[in-house]
């Protein structure tokens, strides 16, 4: 029983790799993660003007960081920081107009080419439909994805620092409870990106699935997205202190781990075209999911254990 499990596992897994390679994932993964970080420009020029209003809102604090920035750099570049930051101040309006309406644009030019490739990886075709119809239908998936991620996540941070405060307060804040608590947030935190592909999964398609088909393959992808971050974790770990190499290597794996997690979220959508398993219960697909988080939170557990962080 457990041979033919496996095998129907590798049979399974080169059907996918195959239809991944056939639909051109590699292709959409890349596009993905392009268009990604193009549309994390507007969100640092709101930042940059938040900024601007916070430090002209306080005078106290823009006067500190002129200081800062006079004792940090040389005369030359402090200047012409300084004034860069003036001009900033002066100009946060501008700024921030500018940055919300490229953000709306490269908002919506970043869903609807996440959903073209969503729906590539699922062989589905595409049909015409009428622009305005399409960037509405765009927006109100934007939307949903993040209030899915804002929900979720927000649920597992309030809970972790919940767990915290009540271990604190009961002074087992060390030994075994740490573990247990640390242990849960894991878990917590898988079942909060587990919740989040399930439902975009069955939503970012141009034609919907239904949430139950998405239920075991998000399993699998909210534990492999969480191995990712923990090899991103270490990565910046072991960066080193240096500035430039910080600097430099941050970037890089920017870029790299972006795309991993892309192309692995894709891989994931097509395993949803090749499941060969008979006809389930949804008890049996959430008791799938649960059995897949729970190996995942262990091995993260373990991974965390050994390398101290």
């Known amino acids: 029983m457990v041979r033919g499990a496996v095998k129907r596992g590798f049979r399974r897994a080169g059907a996918t790799l195959a239809r991944y390679r056939e639909r051109d994932g590699d292709h959409y ?18 930042a940059v003007s938040v900024t601007g209003f916070v430090l002209a809102g306080d005078r106290l604090l823009a006067a500190e960081l002129d200081r800062v920035i006079g004792s940090s750099l040389p005369p030359e570049l402090a200047g012409q920081a300084t004034s860069v930051v003036h001009t900033v101040v002066g100009e946060r309006g ?15 030019s970043w869903i609807s080419n996440v959903r073209d490739a969503v729906t590539a990886m699922l062989g589905q075709e595409r049909t015409p439909r009428p622009l305005l119809r399409g960037i509405v239908t765009d927006v109100l998936v934007l939307i949903g994805v993040g209030l899915a991620m804002a929900v979720s996540f927000g649920l597992a941070s309030l809970t972790g620092a919940a767990g915290a405060g009540l271990l604190r307060l009961t002074g087992l804040d060390g ?16 079942a909060a990106n587990w919740l989040v592909i399930a439902w975009c999964l069955a939503r970012l398609p141009r034609r919907p699935l239904p949430l139950r088909s998405t239920l075991r393959p998000a399993g699998a992808a909210a534990v492999g997205l ?15 202190r240096s500035p430039a190499v910080a600097a430099f290597g941050t970037l890089v794996g920017l870029l790299l781990f972006g795309y991993l ?3 692995w979220l894709l891989m994931v959508t097509v395993w949803l075209t090749v499941r060969d398993e008979p006809t389930t219960t ?19 557990l373990v991974v ?3 390398s101290g962080r």
């Open 261 to 263: 997690i892309v192309r």
């Open 29 to 46: 993964a890349a596009a993905v993660t392009f268009f990604s970080l193009l549309a994390l420009v507007p969100l640092i020029m709101v």
């Open 304 to 306: 965390r254990t050994l």
């Open 282 to 300: 949804l008890a049996a697909d959430v008791r799938y999911a649960g059995t897949t988080l729970g190996a995942g939170a262990s091995a993260e």
């Open 226 to 240: 969480g191995a990712i971050q923990q090899a991103g974790g270490l990565y910046l770990h072991l960066l080193g």
């Open 94 to 108: 501008r700024i921030g107009l500018l940055a919300l309406a490229v953000a709306a644009y490269s908002g919506w």
């Open 175 to 190: 030994g075994f409870a740490h573990f247990v608590l640390v242990a849960g947030s894991l878990l917590l935190g898988l």
